[in-house]
C-alpha cells in the first residue's frame, strides 16, 4: 500500500467505527459511552479527510479547491481495481 | 438528500476475473434478498415509522445499503473486466453478455430482472420491523452460499465483510422492534398498528 492508500484506508476504518456507533445509537440515544466515541472517531475522521483531501483530491465535491481543474472526477474512482 | 462519498465502504480488489462467479454474486445486486432491494425497502418504510429511533435506524441502514449495492458491483465489475469472448462463452456468462455486455444491470442470478416486487412497505411498524429481521437473515443465508461456491480470498474478504453486516443489521432491527413493543399501549395486547388502531381494532 502506497501513502495514499494508507490515508485512505485509516478514513475507511473511521468511518466504518462511526457507522457502527451510529446504528448503535440510533437504538441506544441516551448511551454516553458510545457517544463520547462517535466525537472522538468523527474528530478523527475530519482531520484525516482534511489531510486527504490537501494532498490526493476530494471525497466529497464540497472538498474541490482547485482554480485551474475539477478535481472532483479526476481518476480512480472507487470501483476500479488499485 | 443524499452526498457521495467517493470511496467504497470495504476494499474491493480482485486480481482474477471469473465470470462464472460474477453470474452468482450478482443476485446480491438485483435478487430477491439482494442490496438494492434491501435499500429500497427500508428507504421507502421510514416514512410512516411512529418513533424516532426507527426512521433514524432504517434512514442509516437504508443508506448504508446503497454502499453494498456498490461494493457488489465494484465486485461484479472487476470479476468480469478483461475477459476474453472464449472466456465469456466458456462460463455461461454469454447469456449476460448478449443484453449487457460487461455493464452493470440488476437482475437476479437466474436472469430475472430486479421488481419491486421483492419488498414491501406495509405502513405498519411492527410488520415491517419483522420484514426486515427476515430480509438481513436471507442476505445473510445468501452470502453464506455464495462463500460455499467461492475460492477466490480476493472476492471472500468483502463477501464476508457485507455478511456481517446483515448480522449487525438484524441486531440492531430487534432493538427497534423491541423499543416499538415497548411504546405499545398495554391495552394493545394483539400488537395492532400504533398509528391506525388506536382502540386495536374495537369500535369506540
Not at chain 2, 25 to 51: C, F, K
Not at chain 2, 84 to 90: C, L, N, Y
Not at chain 2, 114 to 126: C, E, H, M, N, R
Not at chain 2, 155 to 170: A, C, K, S
Request: glycine share 4%; aromatic share 12%.
Amino acid at each position: 500500500m502506497n501513502e495514499r492508500q494508507m490515508l485512505m484506508s485509516k478514513i475507511k476504518k473511521y468511518d466504518f467505527a462511526l457507522k457502527e456507533l451510529n446504528l448503535y445509537l440510533d437504538t441506544h440515544p441516551d448511551c454516553r459511552r458510545a457517544l463520547a466515541m462517535f466525537n472522538q472517531y468523527n474528530a478523527l475522521r475530519k482531520t484525516a479527510a482534511e489531510e486527504y483531501a490537501r494532498k490526493y483530491g476530494p471525497i466529497t465535491p464540497d472538498e474541490t479547491n482547485d482554480t485551474q481543474h475539477w478535481t472532483w472526477i479526476d481518476a480512480p474512482w472507487p470501483w476500479e481495481r488499485r | 438528500m443524499w452526498q457521495y462519498e467517493k470511496k467504497l465502504e470495504y476494499p474491493v480488489n480482485i486480481k482474477t476475473p471469473n465470470a462464472k462467479l460474477a453470474k452468482v454474486i450478482i443476485t446480491q445486486l438485483g435478487g430477491p434478498d439482494g442490496e438494492l432491494s434491501a435499500s429500497l425497502r427500508y428507504l421507502n418504510q421510514r416514512y410512516v415509522m411512529p418513533y424516532p429511533e426507527v426512521k433514524g435506524l432504517l434512514t442509516d441502514i437504508g443508506t448504508e445499503e446503497l454502499a453494498h449495492v456498490e461494493m457488489i458491483s465494484a465486485i461484479l465489475y472487476q470479476l468480469t473486466k478483461d475477459l476474453t469472448i472464449d472466456e465469456i462463452k466458456a462460463s455461461g456468462f454469454d447469456t449476460y453478455f448478449v443484453d449487457h455486455t460487461t455493464g452493470i444491470y440488476p437482475v437476479a442470478a437466474s436472469g430475472t430482472p430486479f421488481t419491486a416486487a421483492y419488498f414491501q412497505s406495509k405502513g405498519d411498524v411492527i410488520t415491517d420491523l419483522h420484514e426486515d429481521m427476515a430480509a438481513e437473515q436471507k442476505a445473510r443465508t445468501t452470502y453464506d452460499n455464495i462463500l460455499r461456491l467461492c475460492d477466490d480470498p480476493d472476492v471472500r474478504d468483502p463477501i464476508r465483510f457485507l455478511r456481517q453486516r446483515e448480522i449487525v443489521h438484524y441486531q440492531r432491527f430487534g432493538e427497534a422492534l423491541r423499543i416499538t413493543q415497548d411504546n405499545l399501549d398495554a391495552k394493545n395486547f394483539y400488537a395492532c398498528n400504533p398509528v391506525y388502531d388506536k382502540n386495536c381494532g374495537r369500535r369506540r
